[in-house]
């Protein structure tokens, strides 16, 4: 009985496993592909335009930091 209860959570874990494998190769496949031959990935026209950097006007704020020396 206890062989039976045990492989119960080990195939439904297998079978998750299973669902997000074939999930991750259906969003990034074409990637993994391109990567193995060696050729660039062709990127859908949404993922190009969240790669272009913004223009800002004032710059970073890190960039305007002064150092002060401690008391």
Excluded: D, Y
Excluded at 25 to 49: D, T, V, Y
Excluded at 56 to 61: A, E, L, Q, S
Excluded at 65 to 71: G, L
């Amino acid at each position: 009985m206890t062989a039976a209860l045990g492989s119960l959570p080990f195939l439904a874990t297998l079978w998750l496993l299973v669902v997000v494998g074939a999930k991750v190769l259906e969003e990034s496949g074409a990637k993994i592909a391109a990567a193995l031959k060696g050729k660039p990935a062709q990127l859908s026209p949404s993922a190009s335009i969240l790669r272009h950097r913004r223009p800002c006007g004032r710059g970073t704020i890190r960039g305007n930091v002064v150092w002060r020396a401690a008391a």
